[in-house]
């Protein structure tokens, strides 16, 4: 069974950092473009960070550029997502997901991904 599982998330306060990890199971990360988004209360879901799959091409929301940053572990089928400098408008669930289908070399931040993971929590507050 194809399964991501992020995990790292949780209460922060603000200029706090956390580290979001995204698990695969059942398939290895290597073959995959991997984006991390993000969905607030009301919001519609936004894409964060994308990796390709050869971790040469990385990609970021305008609003987290110099504060996230994305990285892959192949041999330990993982994906990273540091964010530091939290701010509380960076509270939201957040989700990896992964891609086949996306050339190699190459990642996006449109929610067109086909394995999803069950998000977690983040909030950022005092």
């Known amino acids: 069974q194809l399964q991501l599982v992020e995990s790292g998330g949780g209460l922060v306060q603000p200029g706090g950092s956390l580290r979001l990890s995204c698990a695969a199971s059942?398939?290895?990360?290597?073959?995959?473009?991997i984006g991390w988004f993000r969905q607030a209360p009301g919001k519609e879901r936004e894409g964060v960070s994308c990796?390709?799959?050869?971790?040469?091409?990385?990609k970021y929301l305008d609003s987290v550029k110099g504060r996230f940053t994305i990285s892959r572990d192949n041999v330990k089928n993982t994906v990273y997502l540091q964010m530091n400098g939290l701010k509380p408008e960076d509270t939201a669930v957040y989700y990896c997901?992964?891609?086949?289908?996306?050339?190699?070399?190459?990642?996006?931040?449109?929610?067109?991904?086909?394995?999803w993971g069950q998000g977690t929590q983040v909030t950022v507050s005092l």
């Open positions: 059942g398939f290895t990360l290597d073959s995959y473009a």
């Open positions: 997901a992964a891609d086949p289908f996306t050339v190699r070399g190459m990642c996006h931040l449109d929610t067109a991904y086909l394995y």
């Open positions: 990796i390709s799959s050869s971790g040469d091409r990385i």
